[in-house]
């Protein structure tokens, strides 16, 4: 099951979302997950994105892609990576770039996470985004 945690910080909307559980390993595809803007997100804008697996890949990186669905655009022009051996992309050796082009949400628009590459063996893909 996945559940967004929202959370209201002092400066942005931080929406985690599981996108495959721990003991599930990831694999490449679109629209892995579909997320729903609701109004009160209406006009919110992309500014950090991280995601994280409990275990690691053991050949080759994760990419992970935010897509508006609606508008058909990536959010991202550089994609999140997870590097092989790695839990996080914190320390990735390429970081995401957000498209302020395409970086603003409104209410009712789907989101969409997608994996472009799953590496190998990695498990329980997690996705966070930040919105200001």
Known sequence: EVVPRWQRGTKAFVMQYKV???ATAATAGDGKL???????FDRLVLVKVYAYVSGASSGGALSIQVRNVT???????????????????????TQPV???TYATIHSGDLIAIDVDSAGTSAEGLGVVLLFQ
């Open 71 to 93: 508008n058909s655009v990536d959010m991202l022009s550089t994609a999140i990576s997870i590097d092989q051996s790695e839990f996080s992309s914190i320390t990735a050796a």
């Open 34 to 40: 579909i997320l729903f803007i609701i109004p009160e």
């Open 98 to 100: 957000i498209n302020r």
């Open 20 to 22: 495959f559980d721990d």
